[in-house]
C-alpha cells in the first residue's frame, strides 16, 4: 500500500500479486506526479479504480489517470442524480472512461474485490441520503492474512455510524485516517470499534482547513503506535507479510 502524498488530497496504491488498486488520485495539479509515481513502481495497468466521492481533492485528474493506464474497471458510489456534481473534473473522468470502454460500476455494501492475496470488502456507502457527499464516500476493509486495514474516504460521523450499525468493522492493522484527520471524522465510538495499531492521514502542508484536527489525532493516539502524516512524512508505503506490517515513510518527524 502506498498512501502517496498528492498535498491537501488523497490517493492510494494498493497491488498484491501483480493485481492493482488505485484509491483516488488527488487534484489534476498533482496527476503529473501520480502517474510518475505509479510509473516508476512499473504499473502499466490498474485492474481496479476507486473514486472514493466525487470531489476534486480525490479524483480531480482522474481523468488523466485513466488516459494513461490500461483500467479493468471503476467503481463510484451510488448517489442521488440530484447530487451528482456537474463540476468539469467529474463530467472529464466520465468522457475519459467512455473513450476507452472502461466499465464504471457502483459499488455495493457486502461486495469483495480479488487483490491477488489479498480482499477488500465495500463496507460504505450503505445507501441512504446523506446531505454531504462526503458521506456517501466508498469505505472498505482489506484483508490480507490476519492483517486488516481499513479505508474509508471522507466518511464522517454519520456515515461512520452506519458503518458501525452494519456490523462489518473489526479490529484493524491499519486505518486511512478518514477525511484527512478531520474533526467531523475517527470520532470516538468508531475508534474505540477498530482500534488501529497503525493511522496514516493524508493531507497538506499548512492546508486551510487545519487538517488533522489536534483532537482527532489525540483519539489516534489512543490506539496507535505510529500516526504517519503525508504533510510530515510524505509518501508512506505499508507492506504486509500477512503476519506482520511493515512501514515506511519517505520522511521521518523531525
Known amino acids: 500500500m502506498h498512501f502517496i502524498d498528492v498535498g491537501q488530497g488523497d490517493c492510494t496504491f494498493i497491488a498484491a500479486n501483480g493485481v492493482t488498486m488505485l484509491v483516488d488520485c488527488g487534484e489534476n495539479d498533482v496527476s503529473e506526479r501520480v502517474t510518475d509515481y505509479l510509473r516508476e513502481l512499473g504499473v502499466g495497468r490498474l485492474d481496479y479504480i476507486i473514486a472514493t466521492h466525487p470531489h476534486s481533492d ?3 485528474g482522474m481523468h488523466h489517470i485513466i488516459d494513461v493506464f490500461d483500467v479493468g474497471e471503476v467503481l463510484v458510489p451510488h448517489i442521488p442524480d440530484k447530487q451528482i456534481p456537474t463540476a468539469v473534473f467529474y463530467e472529464r473522468f466520465l468522457d475519459s472512461c467512455a473513450a476507452k470502454n472502461v466499465p464504471v460500476k457502483e459499488a455495493k455494501v457486502g461486495q469483495v474485490l480479488e487483490i491477488g492475496s489479498a480482499r477488500a470488502e465495500i463496507i460504505a456507502p450503505d445507501g441512504g441520503f446523506y446531505e454531504d457527499l462526503n458521506n456517501y464516500s466508498i469505505a472498505f476493509m482489506l484483508t490480507h492474512g ?9 466518511a464522517e460521523a454519520e456515515s461512520e455510524a452506519a458503518m458501525i450499525s452494519g456490523g462489518r468493522l473489526d479490529k484493524v492493522v491499519l486505518y486511512k485516517a478518514g477525511h484527512h484527520g478531520s474533526s467531523h471524522s475517527s470520532t470516538a465510538e468508531f475508534t474505540d470499534i477498530i482500534r488501529p495499531q497503525t493511522a496514516v492521514i493524508s493531507c497538506g502542508k499548512e492546508n486551510p482547513y487545519g487538517h488533522p484536527a489536534d483532537s482527532t489525532v489525540k483519539r489516534l493516539e489512543r490506539y496507535a503506535d505510529m500516526v504517519c502524516r503525508t ?24
Not at 490476519?146 to 474516504?153: A, D, E, P, V
Open 231 to 254: 504533510d510530515v512524512n510524505g509518501t508512506v508505503i505499508a507492506e504486509s507479510n500477512g503476519a506482520d506490517m511493515k512501514i515506511t515513510c519517505e520522511r521521518e518527524k523531525k
Open 58 to 60: 480525490h479524483m480531480g
Open 146 to 154: 490476519s492483517n486488516k486495514c481499513l479505508f474509508t474516504g471522507d
